[in-house]
């Protein structure tokens, strides 16, 4: 696949096939990720590979609980000013999805990155933070290349510390990000988000100029380039 079509189809998603993954892929994607540049020239960065359903059961058990606790339907239909809008759908579908979206990943990759904390006082107290993101940027277009796709969750509040400390990860090391690969069945992918974007399109006064805005936004990602 060449690097613009890996671009252009590139995708996220939150529900995977049931199928087997070959781990020589896996390897060709970390191996990617380790080709991201670095703002120290060090690569001060490592991966976890979760494969067993019981070590992804033990590690995300925050997430699961997250999931568990929302409940879409309330979200979905909850009485608003104003027509539902396409981030708050997909919100509701994503926030059950929590969990499943990566213990149903054949591997789980957890990249790593050398800081003891993350001090945003400069622009440049963030190089290790912005690095670990050009090798995520990495992982989800080589995975692309794979013909993969990829789920991401960040880990929210005390979950990271959680996380971190289950698996035994470093002090000076931190988790910026879960990431799942596995295949997807493309064409329901396509189904739900023209489905989501028609509907939303049509609920916009057009002399509005917010709502302008928003369908033109709309019109950009309509296939949800997250």
């Known amino acids: 696949m060449e690097f613009y079509e890996a671009v252009n189809n590139r995708r996220t998603t939150r529900q ?4 087997e993954v070959d781990f020589e892929a896996i390897k ?20 976890i590979i979760l494969r067993t359903d019981e070590e992804k059961d033990y590690a995300f058990r925050e997430a699961k609980k997250i999931a568990d606790k ?4 309330r979200y979905l239909n909850m009485p608003r000013p104003y027509p539902i809008t396409l981030g708050q759908k997909m919100y509701g579908y994503a926030m059950p999805r929590q969990y499943t979206m990566l213990k149903d990943a054949p591997y789980l990759i957890i990249p790593l990155f050398k800081s ?9 107290k963030l190089n290790p933070f912005a690095t670990i993101w050009c090798v995520t940027e990495n992982i989800f277009l080589a995975a692309t290349a794979e013909g993969l796709f990829c789920s991401m969750r960040i880990p929210l509040n005390q979950e990271h510390d959680i996380v971190k400390a289950k698996l035994k990860v470093p002090p000076t090391y931190r988790i910026p990000v879960f990431i799942g690969n596995s295949h997807c069945d493309i ?33 950009k990602y309509f296939s949800f380039r997250r």
């Open 70 to 73: 929302f409940d879409a339907d």
């Open 116 to 124: 003891k904390q993350l001090n945003g006082e400069y622009v440049s």
């Open 16 to 19: 995977f096939l049931q199928k």
């Open 28 to 47: 060709r994607i970390l191996e990617a990720g380790n080709k991201a540049p670095a703002w120290d020239h060090n690569r001060n960065w490592q991966y």
């Open 187 to 219: 064409a329901y992918f396509q189904l739900f988000v023209v489905c989501g974007f028609t509907q939303e399109k049509k609920s916009y006064r057009k002399n509005d100029n917010k709502c302008y805005k928003k369908n033109r936004a709309v019109n």
